[in-house]
């Protein structure tokens, strides 16, 4: 509608400013939970390109001594809003259309079993952030210590 045009250009032209801010926020997160880089896999991209960070995403690696639900159902106790991932191939037109590709791609499957996001919108203040961050630190120490 002429409604919903008139919204997405003013939208557009606050893009520089709305992708500088979530990009703010992604950069503190990968700062903050860099720490746990031995269970989780946070977001990298090459220098020379760009990412929106539309969404925050998180795979739990191999060998963590917790699963995705024990993570994600923490944080959603605790008020931080998740979202699963969904891998292309595992989206219902692809499955009708072409069948379970998932077996055929183990790092696809890996990833929708593993793969989650947390929110990263350009009006996530600091306040926001150090919560979502101290939420994470609260998840790890209650993880056994290893001897």
């Not at 503190?28 to 995403?57: C, D």
């Not at 793969?115 to 009006?123: A, D, L, N, V």
Request: aromatic letters at 14%.
């Amino acid at each position: 509608t002429e409604m919903e045009g008139a919204l997405g250009l003013a939208q557009f032209e606050e893009r520089h400013n709305m992708l500088r801010k979530r990009k703010e926020v992604a950069h503190y997160f990968i700062r903050t939970l860099k720490k746990f880089e031995k269970y989780l896999q946070l977001p990298w991209h090459p220098k020379h390109v760009s990412h929106a960070f539309m969404l925050f995403p998180i795979v739990i690696k191999e060998g963590a001594p917790f699963t995705k639900s024990d993570l994600v159902f923490f944080l959603e106790r605790n008020q931080v809003e998740t979202r699963d991932m969904m891998p292309l191939i595992n989206q219902p037109f692809y499955v009708k259309l072409y069948g379970n590709l998932e077996p055929k791609y183990p790092v696809t499957r890996w990833v929708n079993r593993n793969g989650f996001y947390i929110g990263c919108h350009p009006g996530m203040g600091p306040k926001e952030r150090q919560y979502i961050t101290k939420t994470f630190n609260a998840f790890f120490a209650t993880l056994p210590k290893k001897k």
